[in-house]
Nanobody
Framework: QVQLVESGGGLVQAGDSLRLSCTAS???????VGWFRQAPGKEREFVAA????????DYADSVKGRFTISRDNAKKTGNLQMNTLKPEDTAVYYC????????????????WGQGTQVTVSS
């Protein structure tokens, strides 16, 4: 059973940066990693995803050019570098793993972390 632990969230001001990390126990290197977020009163939404070898990445339009997803299979870690943060980026951020290709679809990820809060003040 793979477990994921996110870290790196916090309270920042608009324009600041944060780096989220997701560390796995168990199988990691052959899994795609996805990052999702959920703001209060809203559905969980796709943010970014990366294929098992890092060769393919995908971003939601709302974060493209500001966020960068990466992974280190040796350390079993996935990362989300978030730059130029905006108040609308405020949410709980989750990382997730799935076998197969990177996906934007929440239900295709069977393994989830507990989430980390990101709050961006204006």
């Amino acid at each position: 059973q793979v477990q994921l632990v996110e870290s790196g969230g916090g309270l920042v001001q608009a324009g600041d940066s944060l780096r989220l990390s997701c560390t796995a126990s168990g199988v990691f290197s052959i899994r795609a990693v996805g990052w999702f977020r959920q703001a209060p009163g809203k559905e969980r939404e796709f943010v970014a995803a990366i294929s098992w070898n890092g060769g393919k990445t995908d971003y939601a339009d709302s974060v493209k050019g500001r966020f960068t997803i990466s992974r280190d299979n040796a350390k079993k870690t996935g990362n989300l570098q978030m730059n130029t943060l905006k108040p609308e980026d405020t949410a709980v951020y989750y990382c997730a793993l799935r076998a197969g290709e990177a996906s934007r679809i929440t239900n295709e990820y069977p393994t989830w972390g507990q989430g980390t809060q990101v709050t961006v003040s204006s």
